[in-house]
């Protein structure tokens, strides 16, 4: 019966009368935009709020304020190789114990390692001077992940992805369930909450209860967008889906610079995560701006919600409602009994012949590539390669947007797989070539073409 009835209403036929893309959809699209963005922005918050800063074990030279910097280029002008006479490189020196030398007169000229120095674990962290130049706080010294606990920070970065796979599906299912925005409004402050209570996770017993709520929020983070991009598209035409898709992207590039800018004003990790996450609650007045999808409401029998939802979105797009073909949304008790059967379609039909199960791997492939090379860059990475930290992740996140501009203006014009296949041997090349330009100038401009082919 429902399928007799999705047969005779097409709703790209009603968007032809009220306006495909009108001052409505438009309206809409503003605020999912702003979804878009704040997603966009918890996704790298760990990035400086966990950033791993440089810093060495303590001697008897430094003083009790002394700090990991004599100025802000060099570590203190006494600490020296003892053969060539330059800095030392501490990174691979993080928590060894240096032998000292002085003059005569007490005062320290040298301080060295050698294969006799001793090496500091974690719960020495006391004994650690940090460099305080990029973040005066972060998690790495909260959670003592310095030493032989330093492992541990990578894991507790993977959890938010875990989360995002979790949050795909249950967000998916609740979504198709009990509708688009009432999903969205739960993920919106499932996100929201997640992240602001990590924020009271302190001391070194409260990892755990951090890298729980990382998982929840990479599910609110997923859950957001899914249901955020889903409400939106479903809004519009068919002519507009791929523009809307695409475009609906930059702001989750604009989230992530926005992030950048409050990384760069707030230097304290437990501040910088409440003013991240907590005004993201505020995105529930969507809930009174934007209304349910009316294929989600037709699909589930709603039609009296759906005419009225219709004829609001051709009132403000200034058009005449089709009130002919709304005659087709009536109950199902007054159409005829339908006695053809249609076989369910299950997530097994990915995979039900060869072709589509080719093509499915395919996409999978893809999918797993890109989000690898995308988020290790601009998650991780992008604060961890020479040159200004902020400027660098600034310029890796913004270069997303002329690369979705790229897309929506080839997109019909080129064809999906030649720019799929173009941009990912760009990455692939870039990310090979990224490998030996360590430490260099260079390295900075091949992140930005990696990430912005992505």
Known sequence: MEEGIKEEFNYDEVLAYIGQFGKFQKKIFIWLWLVSGVTGLSVVTFGFTAYTPNYRVATECDLMNSSYNFDTDSVPFWFRNKNDNISLDLRNQDCRIPSVEKNDEGECVNVYFSNESIEINSSDINQLIFDRTIMRSTLVEEYQFVCDRSYIRPYISALFMLGMLFGSFLFGFLSDTFGRIKTLMLAILWLSMAGFLGSFCMGTSGVIGFGVLRVLT????????????????????????????????????????????????????????????????????????????????????????????????????????????????????????????????????????????????????????????????????????????????????????????????????????????????????SCIIIAFLEGSNLQGVEVLITVGFS
């Open 218 to 429: 990479g599910m609110g983070c997923t859950g957001s967008y899914i249901a955020a991009f889903v409400l939106g598209i479903e809004h519009v035409g068919y002519k507009f889906t791929m523009l809307m898709g695409i475009a609906f992207v930059i702001p989750f590039a604009v989230g992530e610079a926005v992030f950048g800018i409050e990384a760069y004003l707030i230097r304290e990790w437990q501040i910088l995560q409440i003013v991240a996450y907590l005004p993201i609650a505020l995105l529930l007045a969507v809930y009174w701006c934007v209304p349910e999808s009316v294929r989600w409401l037709v699909a589930h029998n709603k039609f009296d919600q759906a005419k009225s939802i219709i004829r609001r979105v051709a009132k403000e797009n200034g058009r005449e409602c089709p009130e002919h073909l709304l005659k087709h949304l009536t109950p199902m008790d007054d159409k005829p009994i339908s006695t053809k059967t249609t076989r369910k379609t299950t997530i097994l039909d990915l995979f039900s012949t060869r072709l589509i199960l080719t093509r499915s791997l395919n996409m999978f492939f893809q999918w797993f590539s890109v989000t690898m090379c995308y988020y290790g860059l601009t998650s991780a990475s992008t604060t961890s390669f020479a040159g200004d930290v902020y400027g660098n992740f600034l310029l890796s996140v913004l270069i997303e947007i002329p690369s979705y501009l790229f897309c929506i203006f080839l997109m019909d014009i080129w064809g999906r797989r030649p720019i799929l296949s173009f941009c990912q041997i760009i990455s692939g090349v």
